[in-house]
């Protein structure tokens, strides 16, 4: 089989914008892992990474139910500004509740400038109120950007009643 001649030129350009990207794990890297809290035996609060710099980080069928208790690790480049998308929601192992129930969810993106060595986890807080999700240094527990709160049903509907005007709202929590 012989190639055409426009062919081999551009084999070299599509081979040539094929670039390499570094192993992380071999540079100066920091690490985040999700959390998860074991609310009662029906439902698990679960807080993780989506995407780190644009890039997302969850298994391409993404299936939250078989990744109950094992929360996934992350490497993210050190020493230089970090663009992470988070989020925390719960999650009802009852085919009833997921239906039927209020979502409780928080998604945003937090950026920090991770150091190296270190280690970092997404932590939270669901309820019909208010649910908030942020990243926290492991060795100091301190919180790294910001703190992202989404008011809940529950929130909205008390201020509704308490200053009695109705109001239309689409979406979710």
């Known amino acids: ?25 071999t540079l100066p890297h920091a690490t985040i892992a999700g959390t998860h809290v074991d609310v009662d035996g029906d439902r698990f609060d679960t807080f993780r990474v989506l995407s780190i710099d644009g890039v997302n980080v969850l298994p391409a069928t993404d299936q939250p139910v078989k990744l109950i208790g094992h929360d996934a690790t992350n490497l993210v480049a050190a020493g230089q500004g970090a663009r992470v998308e988070v989020e925390g929601f719960a999650f009802y192992n009852s085919t009833g509740h997921r239906m039927f129930w209020d979502p409780m969810h928080a998604q945003g993106v937090v950026e920090f400038v991770p150091a190296a060595g270190a280690t970092y986890s997404v932590h939270g807080s669901v ?47």
């Open 1 to 25: 089989m012989r190639l055409a001649p426009l062919s081999i030129p551009m084999l070299i350009l599509a081979l040539a914008g094929c670039q390499a990207t570094p192993d992380l794990a």
């Open 127 to 173: 309820a019909p109120e208010a649910s908030s999700v942020w990243i926290e240094d492991d060795a100091t527990h301190a919180a790294v950007g910001r703190k992202i709160v989404v008011p809940g049903r529950a929130a909205s509907g008390a201020a509704d009643s308490a200053s009695g005007v109705p109001t239309m709202r689409s979406g979710g929590a």
